[in-house]
């Protein structure tokens, strides 16, 4: 599998998550028990469905060989593997930021003016 993985997150949560040392989610992940996190390929879709008309977000980049036993690939949209994280994510599993808005047809618009996924 991918040797990472993604998680957009409000930019004030991870803020939050800085000063406590680690992540724990949003609240949809709390809710579901786990973290959910999405491959490049995955984020367009995940962006259009959960994060349209958002701004104030990162885009957080996660190396998946910090996880360990935490880190699970399941079924989701339509049978495809996600990777959802059975804990808090640590900070030094973030290997980057970038600061976006998704637009109200799910389409990134990043700080640094890309407008292309990773």
């Given at each position: 599998?991918?040797?990472?993985a993604?998680k957009?997150?409000?930019a004030?949560?991870?803020?939050?998550?800085?000063?406590?040392?680690?992540?724990?989610?949003?609240?949809?992940?709390?809710?579901?028990?786990?973290?959910?996190?999405?491959?490049?390929?995955?984020?367009?879709?995940?962006?259009?469905?959960?994060?349209?008309?958002?701004?104030?977000?990162?885009?957080?980049?996660?190396?998946?060989?910090?996880?360990?036993?935490?880190?699970?690939?399941?079924?989701?949209?339509?049978?495809?593997?996600?990777?959802?994280?059975?804990?808090?994510?640590?900070?030094?599993?973030?290997r980057?930021?970038?600061?976006?808005?998704?637009?109200?047809?799910?389409?990134?618009?990043?700080?640094?003016?890309?407008?292309?996924?990773?």
């Amino acid at each position: 599998m991918s040797p990472v993985a993604y998680k957009l997150v409000d930019a004030a949560e991870w803020r939050a998550a800085r000063a406590a040392g680690a992540y724990a989610g949003s609240a949809v992940d709390r809710a579901d028990g786990y973290i959910h996190m999405s491959t490049a390929e995955q984020l367009v879709e995940t962006a259009r469905r959960h994060y349209a008309g958002r701004d104030g977000l990162l885009l957080v980049e996660v190396a998946l060989e910090e996880l360990g036993d935490a880190l699970r690939w399941e079924p989701s949209r339509g049978g495809e593997l996600f990777p959802h994280l059975y804990g808090p994510l640590p900070l030094s599993a973030a290997r980057s930021e970038r600061e976006l808005a998704v637009d109200d047809d799910g389409r990134p618009t990043f700080a640094d003016g890309a407008t292309r996924w990773p």
